[in-house]
T-cell receptor, first 114, second 111 residues
Framework: GAGVSQSPSNKVTEKGKDVELRCDPI?????LYWYRQSLGQGLEFLIY????????KSGLPSDRFSAERTGGSVSTLTIQRTQQEDSAVYLC????????????FGPGTRLLVL | QKEVEQNSGPLSVPEGAIASLNCTYS??????FFWYRQYSGKSPELIMS????GDKEDGRFTAQLNKASQYVSLLIRDSQPSDSATYLC???????????FGQGTILTVHP
């Protein structure tokens, strides 16, 4: 079946612009996670959704970062006033139900802030 | 101290050899541990999960967990060039299932 999909696959933006990154989880998966992977920091957790609510936002690095999930499916990660240090690969993962289940990763969005 | 630490790389082994990847973690409350493989430019894919002390085998892969020593490892037998990738160790803590990853170990299997 279809896996986790993300769009765009690549995004180049100018410092100070806002960007939106999209994640489509595997159909039926209620848990959704956003992670960020950069050269210096490795793979870091950003936010977790269960359904449409986000019980764990502890990884969001600043208030410029926000995320929402609608209809228990698609999620959007928004970065406002982008900075060069936001350049990274943003990965989305989903799992079938509870947070105890295996997470499956999407292909990621590679963001470059000039 | 990082929450999850992996043995320093890169690791290079000849084809057919055993590759040994190691990981230590600091959160004694962790219950679940995972090994992901990541090819260059691709997203992580799950190889093994392990929850109980001891060994878990799946084909050429064996994961080992020792909770008392806070140590988890991955052995790859009969290593193949296609195993060349970055291997990520991850632990799931007690908070909402988020994964905490190590920095990864780059493995190269040379013919």
């Amino acid at each position: 079946g279809a896996g986790v999909s993300q769009s765009p696959s690549n995004k180049v933006t100018e410092k100070g612009k806002d960007v939106e990154l999209r994640c489509d989880p595997i159909s039926g998966h209620t848990a959704l996670y956003w992670y960020r992977q950069s050269l210096g920091q490795g793979l870091e957790f950003l936010i977790y959704f269960q359904g449409n609510s986000a019980p764990d936002k502890s990884g969001l690095p600043s208030d410029r970062f926000s995320a929402e999930r609608t209809g228990g499916s698609v999620s959007t990660l928004t970065i406002q006033r982008t900075q060069q240090e936001d350049s990274a690969v943003y990965l989305c993962a989903s799992s079938p139900g509870t947070e105890t289940e295996t997470q499956y990763f999407g292909p990621g969005t590679r963001l470059l802030v000039l | 101290q990082k929450e999850v630490e992996q043995n320093s790389g890169p690791l290079s082994v000849p084809e057919g050899a055993i590759a040994s990847l190691n990981c230590t973690y600091s959160d004694r409350g962790s219950q679940s541990f995972f090994w992901y493989r990541q090819y260059s430019g691709k997203s992580p894919e799950l190889i093994m999960s392990i929850y109980s002390n001891g060994d878990k085998e799946d084909g050429r892969f064996t994961a080992q967990l020792n909770k008392a020593s806070q140590y988890v490892s991955l052995l790859i037998r009969d290593s193949q060039p296609s195993d060349s990738a970055t291997y990520l160790c991850a632990q799931r803590g007690t908070s909402y299932g988020k994964l905490t990853f190590g920095q990864g170990t780059i493995l190269t299997v040379h013919p």
